[in-house]
């Protein structure tokens, strides 16, 4: 099981997005295992975007991220990394397919509702600055019999 980092943005919180959202995410089967309404401070902004740093983008990234409460997730599953970069579509809003999150429910390239996380280390890092001890809950899903199969013995 992986588990990922996920925001919805002040955007997605501003426009009573978050329960259309984390819907996709329990339909999809994926678990979420950590909820958290913020205030994003400019010091953890910057430490969370730092690989961002000196980008055009980035000192309106962190204040469009510092502007308002965010949704952070702690979403799990087999492959939830990849499966959530899938349902959040492309960065810019104006180019992200149709049925993806960004693709459905935006247009813009910078105000695009979502962060997850793009790699295992990138997950295990932001978990960690978002999400202290005891706050990511792995609470056993009586629905994961139907999730996955397990008749070969591992999930599938
Ligand atoms: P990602 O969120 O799809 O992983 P990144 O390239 O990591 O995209 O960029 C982080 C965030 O910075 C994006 O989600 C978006 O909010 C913002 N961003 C990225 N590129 C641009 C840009 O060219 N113009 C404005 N905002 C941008
Ligand atoms: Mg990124």
């Known amino acids: 099981m992986e588990t990922t980092l996920i925001i919805l943005k002040p955007d997605a919180v501003q426009r009573g997005l978050m329960g259309a959202i ?3 995410f329990e339909q999809k089967g994926l ?3 950590g909820a958290k309404l913020t205030q994003i401070s400019p010091q953890l902004a910057a430490t969370h975007y730092e690989s961002h740093k000196g980008k055009p983008f980035y000192d309106g990234l962190v ?3 510092t502007s308002s ?3 952070v997730l702690a979403v799990r599953g087999i492959g939830a990394i990849t499966i959530a970069r899938g ?3 492309a960065t810019f809003g104006s180019k992200a397919a149709p049925g993806t999150i960004r693709g459905d429910f935006g247009v813009s ?3 695009n509702l979502i962060h997850g996380s793009d790699s295992p280390e990138a997950a295990e890092r932001e978990l960690r600055l978002f999400f202290a001890a005891g706050e990511v ?3 056993p899903r009586h629905g994961d019999a139907w999730v996955y199969d397990h008749s070969g013995g591992k999930p599938e």
């Open 63 to 65: 204040k469009f991220m």
């Open 87 to 89: 349902m959040m579509g």
């Open 137 to 139: 809950i792995g609470w």
């Open 22 to 24: 984390i819907s996709r």
């Open 109 to 111: 390239n910078s105000f």
């Open 31 to 33: 678990q979420i295992v």
């Open 69 to 71: 409460p965010v949704l």
